[in-house]
Nanobody, 127 residues
Framework: QVQLVESGGGLVQPGGSLRLSCAASGRTDSSYAMGWFRQAPGKEREFVAAIAIRWRWSGVTTYYADSVKGRFTISRDNDKNTVYLQMNSLKPEDTAVYYC????????????????WGQGTQVTVSS
């Protein structure tokens, strides 16, 4: 089992920045992937970014949706067992509930592949 706790959402003006955090606990000693997904009202849940973490944090690989490449950065803190999503140059179309998710094993970009989810945090980009 993996437990995820998110934080860091809020209201920001277009062009601004936010950092989301996802603290993981439980079975984090094997290779696993952690992803950020988002869902806007009336839209499907979509992939944002993911980080594939090899056994005991021995190596990582990051992945991004085309819509956020160059603006968002996913990273991790080994000691805190936490993954971050730094979001810069935010646009109104980035407005959504952002979810952290995790799975044991390889990375996938489909939300259905992730069995563990955080509670979600609202990000609103508006002037």
């Amino acid at each position: 089992q993996v437990q995820l706790v998110e934080s860091g959402g809020g209201l920001v003006q277009p062009g601004g920045s936010l950092r989301l955090s996802c603290a993981a606990s439980g079975r984090t000693d094997s290779s696993y992937a952690m992803g950020w997904f988002r869902q806007a009202p009336g839209k499907e849940r979509e992939f944002v970014a993911a980080i594939a973490i090899r056994w005991r944090w021995s190596g990582v690989t990051t992945y991004y949706a085309d819509s956020v490449k160059g603006r968002f950065t996913i990273s991790r803190d080994n000691d805190k067992n936490t993954v971050y999503l730094q979001m810069n140059s935010l646009k109104p179309e980035d407005t959504a509930v952002y979810y952290c998710a995790a799975r044991i094993g390889n990375y996938y970009s489909t939300w259905e592949s992730y069995p563990y989810w955080g509670q979600g945090t609202q990000v609103t980009v508006s002037s």
